[in-house]
Every structure is written in structure tokens, then in C-alpha cells.
């Protein structure tokens, strides 16, 4: 099945002459798993993935992950994409 992990880190910088400014770094990764996958070994994917993320960006205000995972109903069936 297709999964898809995003890790996004985002928040205020200072820039001179500006009066607001903001950086955010965003690292998306697919991945095509068994139906077997675990929790815990998607958990270890995404660990993996915010490492990177934060190597990019020290101190981020918000650092924040996501998982999807693509299917449709397909003749009553679901169906994992891939």
C-alpha cells in the first residue's frame, strides 16, 4: 500500500529590515508498504523523517507530521494504492 509521511517545521526568524518573517522547511517522503506495517514501524519512518527535518531547521516554533495512507471502494472492496 501507498503511504505517505510529511514532516513540516515552521516559525518566526528575525530579518533585518523586515518587520515579520518566517521559515518553514517541509520534507515529504512515499513509501509503498505491506498491509502489514505496524504502528510502530510507521512511527519509526516518521522519527526518521523529523530527524531530517529538524538537521535543516534548529528550534523550530512547531514541528508537526503527517500520515497518509491512498485507497478507494472498488467493486465493494478497498482497495491500498501503490
Given at each position: 500500500?501507498?503511504?505517505e509521511m510529511e514532516v513540516k517545521a515552521f516559525g518566526e526568524v528575525e530579518v533585518q529590515g523586515a518587520?515579520?518573517?518566517?521559515?518553514?522547511?517541509?520534507?515529504?517522503?512515499?513509501?509503498?508498504?505491506?498491509?502489514?506495517?505496524?504502528?510502530g514501524e510507521l512511527e519509526t519512518l516518521l522519527s526518521t523523517l523529523f530527524e531530517e527535518v529538524e538537521n535543516g531547521y534548529k528550534n523550530p516554533?512547531?514541528?508537526?507530521g503527517k500520515i497518509t495512507i491512498r485507497a478507494k471502494k472498488e467493486n465493494g472492496e478497498i482497495v491500498f494504492l501503490s
Open positions: 500500500m501507498k503511504i518587520k515579520d518573517a518566517f521559515k518553514g522547511v517541509e520534507l515529504m517522503s512515499v513509501h509503498n508498504l505491506s498491509k502489514d506495517t505496524t504502528l516554533k512547531q514541528c508537526v
